[in-house]
C-alpha cells in the first residue's frame, strides 16, 4: 500500500520505505484490550511514509488472528486496502470470529482509524491435520542459491536478503526480466513458525510493485509519463507448509500481467531444500505522473 509520486523512477533503495527491524518486532508483538477480546490498538512502524505500510498490517493480520484462535495457524488470507491509513496516528485492530470449529475457524480482521476503515482482511485459519493426498510444486535446481548470490538492501524488509546481482538487480537503467528469486532470512527474531508467518506477510507487499517495473528502464518510464502514483491494492497469501525464519526462505516473484493501470503478480515461497510453503498473489495499481 505504499505510494511514490513523480516524475522519474527513484533509485533502487528508494523504492521501498526504511524501517528498523526491532521496531517493527516491537509493534507487532500486540497487546489484546483486556475488556474487549479480540481487540488491539496498535502504532504505526516508524518510517518517512505518510501512510501506514501495507506490509505492516499483513504482518499484523498473522499476529492478531492467531492470537484471538490459540492453538490454529493462518491458512489463507485475502486483504484489500480501500484507502490510506494516517502514520501518524495510532490504528484500532478488530478480529472478529465469522466461524469457529474444531479444525477450522473463519474471521475478518479490520484497521481504522477513528472509526474510518482502510483495510479488511478476510483470513481462514486451520489445525494441523494427518496427509491424504501429498504433492507440492519444487524449486527448481538451477535456481541459484543464498551463497550464489549477493546482498541487497531491502529498506521495508530489514532482514538478510540475497539476489542474483545484488542492488544492480533493482537497477532501472536497463530493462529485465520481470521476475526475481529472492532469498530472505531473519536471525534476529524468534524462530517459531508463528513467527515466520508474520514476518513472510510483511515481506510479500515489497516485491510486487518493483518486480513489475523491471523491463522498463528510466527512459521508457520517462516516455510513458513517468512513474507517479503505485499502490498495492490487494494481497492473498496462503501458507501450506510451517517453516522457520532463521532458514533461507526464497521468494520467487513474478509479474504475470499489467496494463490498463493495473498489474499483477504471482509469489511463492520455498525453503532452502525446495519445499514449497506459501503462495501469494497482489493487485497493484500504477499511473503515470
Keep these: 500500500m505504499t505510494a511514490t509520486t513523480g516524475g522519474t523512477t527513484p533509485a533502487a533503495t528508494e523504492v521501498w520505505p526504511r524501517i528498523a527491524l526491532d521496531d517493527l518486532l516491537d509493534v507487532l508483538t ?19 511514509s505518510p501512510r501506514s505500510l501495507g506490509a505492516q498490517l499483513l504482518g499484523t493480520t498473522v499476529a492478531a488472528a492467531e492470537q484471538a484462535f490459540p492453538g490454529l495457524a493462518v491458512q489463507s488470507m485475502h486483504g484489500v486496502f480501500p484507502r490510506g491509513g494516517d502514520a501518524a496516528r495510532p490504528i484500532d485492530v478488530r478480529v472478529e470470529t465469522v466461524q469457529s470449529g474444531r479444525t477450522l475457524a473463519t474471521a475478518q480482521v479490520t484497521f481504522r482509524q477513528e472509526n474510518r476503515e482502510h483495510c479488511r482482511v478476510l483470513v481462514m485459519l ?34 538478510e536478503t540475497r539476489v542474483d546481482g545484488g542492488d544492480t538487480a533493482w537497477d532501472y537503467t536497463v530493462p529485465r526480466p ?95 531444500d525446495g519445499r514449497l510453503v506459501a503462495s501469494i498473489s497482489g493487485e497493484a495499481l500504477m499511473r503515470s505522473a
Excluded at 475488556?35 to 496498535?42: A, D, H, L, Q, T
Design 30 to 48: 500486540l497487546h489484546q484490550n483486556l475488556s474487549v477480546p479480540g481487540e488491539f490498538r496498535i502504532r504505526n512502524v516508524a518510517s518517512k
Design 126 to 159: 486451520s489445525r494441523d491435520e494427518p496427509d491424504f493426498l501429498r504433492h507440492g510444486r519444487a524449486l527448481r535446481e538451477d535456481v541459484p542459491g543464498p551463497d550464489a548470490c549477493e546482498p541487497f538492501d531491502c529498506p521495508l524488509v530489514p532482514w
Design 178 to 272: 520481470g521476475r526475481a528469486d529472492i532469498w530472505m532470512r531473519c536471525k534476529d527474531a524468534a524462530g517459531d513458525p508463528g513467527t515466520a508467518r508474520v514476518l513472510l506477510a510483511h515481506a510479500v507487499e515489497a516485491f510486487v510493485i518493483p518486480v513489475a517495473s523491471r523491463p522498463y528502464s528510466h527512459g521508457d518510464l520517462a516516455r510513458r509519463g513517468g512513474r507517479g502514483t503505485a499502490v498495492v491494492l490487494a494481497q492473498t497469501i496462503t501458507f501450506h507448509e510451517p517453516f522457520s525464519f532463521h532458514d533461507w526462505v526464497l521468494l520467487r516473484s513474478e509479474s504475470e500481467y499489467a496494463g490498463r493501470g493495473r498489474m499483477h503478480g504471482r509469489l511463492q515461497a520455498f525453503t532452502a
